[in-house]
């Protein structure tokens, strides 16, 4: 059994056996549709998991130079690359070390596209298009809502690109189940079926939460499978992140202090803003081991950060016994869009990363420290 207090507070544990659980999942849907499935580096970025990912996914997908460089480090497989604009003194770089590039625009694709086969003739040029489809329910994480500056809309499509690219991608999806999916696929050949036949592939982008326990996985095969006959069997991508690290670790921080103003609060060596930052961002309550809802146990906290933001505020918790200085609070699923997005705000430590291996090995395999935040000020 894992046991928390020997872990440093705050850390991410990774468990690598939940982790290997929603790979093979991953890996059924390749296995029984033909489709590829690349890792989205945006969601889950742990490079010490890289060689285990790397065992069932065909590759990473970036988002900009960096993103493509760690993948071309850590993963192996394909890399594909796209950014909503690329910079001129970057494009070299990300098409020496890219199996694919994904231009936002025509405009952009007319720009680097002679550049890039030059340098790399093997890379695979596509052009990302917005369906305008979207039922995604938070704006903030909306692709495809109105005044998106994501994709080419088809009355911005350029028919000249068509002798440039050898596949289309769109990415519409937060958090979605296949009825979402195949919405989107209606949108997408709708407007854009007329240019599927002379390409190689169609990425559908990420989103799919294929690894969530209410996940239709059949019907994705199916869907896959259908829009693969319907167009010759075509090559047809996934890049999920939040899939890949979903339910895979928590984090583990302590509570430092406990205190009263017009309600009980604690206050926690971790911090909304700067470590859960979907939390405040999405909004969404993070689930807490052994907590229910305000109310619904005998001592309800609100729990809190240790930074001097007022709004570091994590949410409102019930608990059966009282909270005490040095008790854990485990906040579950934090494992996808946290570490990924953490700030050093306020100078507040980055939790440790965590893995737990497959024997139940436990492994510290990062510290942060004072000189994580110095590094970015000058
Ligand atoms: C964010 C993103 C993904 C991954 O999305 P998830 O919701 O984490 O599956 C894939 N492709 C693109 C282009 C993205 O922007």
Do not use: Q
């Given at each position: 059994m894992l046991n928390y207090n020997d872990l440093p507070s705050p850390s991410y544990v990774c468990d690598l056996s939940r982790l290997e659980t929603n790979l093979k999942i991953l890996e059924r849907v390749k296995e029984r549709s033909g489709v590829k499935i690349i890792l989205?580096?945006?969601?889950?970025?742990?490079?010490?998991?890289f060689d285990l990912v790397s065992r069932y996914l065909d590759g990473a997908t970036a988002s900009g130079l960096h993103e493509a460089t760690l993948a071309k480090e850590y993963m192996r497989g394909e890399v594909h690359t796209y950014a909503p604009a690329f910079k001129a003194e970057e494009i070299v770089e990300i098409a020496k070390i890219s199996d694919h590039m994904v231009f936002n625009t025509p405009s952009q694709l007319k720009l680097f596209a002679q550049e890039v086969k030059r340098v790399n003739p093997k890379v695979s040029l596509s052009l990302r298009v917005n369906p305008e489809f979207s039922s995604s329910p938070v704006d903030l994480y909306k692709p495809c809502g109105i005044y998106s500056r994501l994709g080419t809309t088809l009355e911005n499509?350029?028919?000249?690109v068509l002798k440039l690219v050898d596949g289309l991608n769109f990415h519409a999806l937060c958090e979605q189940n296949v009825d979402a999916l195949e919405g989107v696929l209606y949108a997408f050949e709708e407007k854009f079926g007329k240019y599927i036949?002379?390409?190689k592939y169609v990425n559908f982008g990420g989103?799919?939460?294929?690894?969530?326990?209410?996940?239709d996985v059949e019907s994705l095969i199916r869907v896959i499978k259908e829009f693969r006959s319907r167009h010759n069997n075509i090559e047809v991508y996934l890049e999920p992140g939040e899939a890949v690290g979903w339910q895979t670790g928590e984090l583990v921080s302590t509570v430092l202090d406990v205190m009263h103003n017009g309600m009980d609060i604690a206050i926690l060596d971790t911090s909304a803003e700067a470590h859960m930052p979907d939390t405040l961002a999405m909004p969404y309550r993070a689930e807490v081991r052994g907590s229910g809802v305000a109310g619904s146990k005998p001592y309800t906290y609100r729990l809190g950060g240790n930074t001097c933001l007022a709004g570091d505020i994590m949410g409102d918790y019930a608990f059966d016994q009282p909270l005490k200085v040095g008790d854990k609070v485990i906040f579950e699923d934090q494992i996808h869009y946290t570490f990924v997005k953490n700030t050093t705000f306020n100078g507040i430590k980055l939790p440790s990363l965590v893995l737990v291996h497959q024997n139940g090995a436990v492994e510290v395999v990062k510290d942060f420290g004072y000189e994580d935040y110095k590094m970015r000020l000058s």
């Open positions: 989205a580096l945006k969601g889950f970025a742990m490079w010490s998991t499509f350029d028919e000249t036949e002379g390409l989103g799919h939460h294929i690894t969530r326990e209410d996940y």
